[in-house]
Nanobody, 125 residues
Framework: QEQLVESGGGLVQAGASLNLSCVADESILVLHAMGWFRQSPGKEREFVAS????????EYEDSVKGRFTISRDRSRSMMFLRMNSFEPEDTAVYYCATTGRRLLASPRQKDYDNWGQGSQVTVTS
């Protein structure tokens, strides 16, 4: 049974916007820092954004800074990724993940213990 479930992916045009959501089936999973990663065809999975346990600090991969915004709602055991100004290079499967122990945001995949199944985002030019 999946503990983290992403939703909101789909087919979008370049320049458009999309919201991804991640919901945890156990509230304990969202007590710590969380993050979004993505994997494009033929490439390794890479960091996109991370948010601290309290939601007051975030880190972003350079190519998404100013375009993507990560947020969370611990009361609903959810995390979000607002994506604006899509570029074709943003096409990927997007994964949400939780660290399980860290309070601070982290770009390192090894810090994450629980992963969702992924949500496909395809950007057309």
């Amino acid at each position: 049974q999946e503990q983290l479930v992403e939703s909101g992916g789909g087919l979008v045009q370049a320049g458009a916007s999309l919201n991804l959501s991640c919901v945890a089936d156990e509230s304990i999973l969202v007590l710590h820092a969380m993050g979004w990663f993505r994997q494009s065809p033929g490439k390794e999975r890479e960091f996109v954004a991370s948010i601290s346990s309290t939601g007051d600090m975030a880190e972003y991969e350079d190519s998404v800074k100013g375009r993507f915004t990560i947020s969370r709602d611990r009361s609903r055991s959810m995390m979000f990724l607002r994506m604006n100004s899509f570029e074709p290079e943003d096409t990927a499967v997007y994964y949400c993940a939780t660290t399980g122990r860290r309070l601070l945001a982290s770009p390192r995949q090894k810090d994450y213990d629980n992963w969702g199944q992924g949500s496909q985002v395809t950007v057309t030019s």
